[in-house]
């Protein structure tokens, strides 16, 4: 029993971004898939995260599954109780009384624990690890039930596919270790995980100065920094808008800044396009993303998270990280919108970095 991991909220994926000794990098990328209740997210080090969640309700019940890639790597699986909102009255009505049994298929499988709260989760034993993986690759019904006879289940609706998809992508397929499709493959012709790649340790962010905010409004600098043609659908001229395009300014160090356009539209604030800048003319912006950036701790580390919007619905974000010298992507993530289940209680990597 432990805190939610950084995987239930972007903030706290910063926790994987970590100091630790040197390691070679990877040019290997993640990727994401989304099947019926389920989405599914592996990144650069061959690592797979799988989350669904149960029918929508104040109260739900919600899994992640984790494998990292290698010859015989074990499956973690964690469990919680997730809520819609912290304070809704429903869902606090319904919190969950006492230890908190697993059931399989109609069957006892033991106890998880006690969830107290919405910050904590329950990790399965091996052995209930092994139950459940099958109750879903079966279709058997999944639940946890407290004390009161409080019942919450999962839907098993595209597990099975992705846990397919899983051994796919770190290439257990026809192995013993693999989670569906198992053979006699040798488990030593796995491939290993990948290291993290490794990335200088960002620079500490420096307060903004008085002619920083008059920076937006200069025309020399508008004119450089024309909006990305991704965001054409708000930003272009014949697109009705309630202002003109603004600008954004951070301050990075002693004399870079960040540079951030956004469209207004009826409807949407739409990010347009970010840059490094220097902060005295003429500018060289140099072109990070088409997200704005937030900064998010001490250090010059930013978040950029899409907007949904009509052309995106996903809840996807990126990290970014300012050594002093340029923008290092640290961290990608996608979140549980994806799939269409409304299952955001989990954000899963898909590119991993550590700071050396």
């Not at 919600?62 to 912290?86: D, M, Q």
């Not at 912006?285 to 998270?305: C, D, H, K, W, Y």
């Not at 809840?315 to 290092?328: I, K, L, P, S």
Request: with cysteine.
């Amino acid at each position: 029993m432990g805190a939610l991991s950084l995987l239930q909220a972007p903030l706290f994926l910063l926790g994987l971004m970590t100091m630790s000794p040197a390691a070679s990098a990877t040019d290997a990328v993640g990727a994401s898939f989304a099947d019926g209740d389920w989405f599914m997210a592996c990144d650069n080090t061959r690592t797979c995260r799988l989350a669904g969640v149960g029918a929508p309700a104040p109260m739900r019940l919600a899994v992640l599954i984790e494998r990292n890639g290698g010859p015989g790597s074990a499956v973690e699986i964690r469990l919680t109780l997730t809520r819609n909102h912290a304070d809704d009255p429903e869902a606090q009505a319904q919190s969950p009384t006492g230890a908190l049994q697993l059931q399989l298929d109609g069957k006892p499988e033991g106890s998880i624990g006690v969830l107290a709260s919405a910050t904590e989760h329950a990790a399965l034993t091996p052995a209930q690890v092994q139950a459940f993986s099958a109750a879903l690759i079966e279709h058997a019904s999944i639940s946890v039930a407290d004390g009161k006879g409080q019942a919450w289940s999962l839907s098993a609706s595209g597990a099975a596919a992705l846990m397919l998809k899983m051994d796919q992508f770190q290439q257990r397929l026809e192995t013993p270790g693999a989670l569906v499709q198992r053979g006699h493959r040798p488990e030593s012709s796995v491939p290993p995980a990948l290291p993290k790649p490794q990335l200088a340790t960002p620079s500490m962010r420096v307060p903004p100065r008085k002619e920083d905010a008059r920076l937006m409004g200069r025309e020399d600098l508008r004119r450089l920094l024309q909006p990305s043609s991704k965001a054409d659908w708000a930003c272009a001229q014949e697109v009705q808008q309630t202002a003109p395009p603004s600008i954004a300014i951070e301050r990075l160090d002693d004399h870079h800044l960040l540079a951030s356009v956004v469209c207004h539209t009826a409807a949407f604030n739409v990010p347009a396009g970010t840059w490094v800048i220097t902060d005295q003319a003429p500018f060289d912006p140099v072109f990070i993303t088409q997200g704005a950036l937030f900064a998010r701790s001490p250090e010059a580390v930013f978040l950029e998270e899409t907007v949904e919007t009509d052309q995106d619905r996903c809840e996807t974000g990126r990290y970014w990280a300012w050594d002093g010298q340029r923008m290092q992507l640290s961290m990608e993530y996608v979140g549980g919108t994806c799939s269409g289940s409304g299952a955001s209680t989990w954000w899963l990597p898909t590119y991993i970095t550590e700071f050396r």
